[in-house]
């Protein structure tokens, strides 16, 4: 009988074990899981808001410029200045999300660029002066000496360079396409002034960029600006 006994609770001991194995076989998959969920929830929550902000920066470029069109005509000066100043206020908000990257060989300085003589002679001087004053500041408020000038943080300035240099050469290019049309449809007013005002608001800013990127590299010997 006490054979019996002992033997019962053997089995009871042993069924209790399997049984807190298993739930702790469940707590660790369950524990795994929701360390893989996490990074993958935070992934899709940053494309869902890069998405988001896409197409709002679209849409509000559209509507805006649509209205444009209709209030002041295709042909108009106004019409030349907001085509301009719109996708490019866009996009200036946009890039805090999306940042537009383009090759790093396009950002590579050429030996001409180096010394930043041929942006000085080209007025980037003066226009480095209005972009820090005027209303385009706004959009890189990040684009100064950061306090501490380690090289992580001057590579970081590299590249937020590199990035608002991108942004207006992209821009530049495509509103060449905006000129081009105005010229094709004999509207040679709107089509000169847009190519005024593409140069001074995008190429511009793409000169003073690369001239800053010159200094930088020149001034704090810098391997990749």
């Known amino acids: 009988g006490s054979g019996q006994g002992v033997g019962r609770s053997y089995e009871r ?3 209790l074990a399997v049984v807190c194995r298993r739930r702790s076989a469940r707590r660790r998959q369950q524990s795994s899981h929701m360390t893989l969920v996490g990074p993958v929830a935070r992934l899709h929550d940053r494309r869902m808001r890069k998405v988001v902000a896409s197409c709002a920066a679209v849409a509000g470029t ?22 301009v ?3 490019m206020v866009a996009v200036g908000l946009l890039s805090r999300v999306v940042p537009v990257r383009l090759p790093e060989s396009y950002h590579e300085l050429r ?8 942006y000085e002679r080209a007025g980037v001087r003066a226009a480095k002066s209005v972009l820090r004053r005027g209303p385009l500041a706004v959009f890189n408020p990040q684009l100064h000496l950061p306090a501490e000038r380690t090289p992580a943080e001057l590579d970081h ?9 991108a942004s207006h050469a992209v821009q530049f290019v495509a509103l060449l396409v905006v000129v081009g049309h105005a010229v094709v449809r004999g509207w040679w007013p709107a089509a000169a002034l847009t190519l005024v005002f593409d140069v001074l608001m995008n190429l511009y800013p793409v000169m003073l960029q690369r001239y800053n990127r010159a200094r930088l590299a020149e001034r704090f010997d810098l391997t990749r600006a």
């Open 111 to 118: 030996r001409f660029e180096r010394s930043g003589r041929v």
């Open 62 to 83: 559209l509507a805006v410029l649509v209205w444009a069109q209709q209030a002041f005509g295709a042909a108009s000066a106004w019409f030349a200045f907001l085509v």
């Open 157 to 165: 300035l590299a590249q937020r360079m590199r990035d608002a240099e």
């Open 13 to 15: 001991l042993e069924s």
């Open 85 to 87: 100043w719109v996708p």
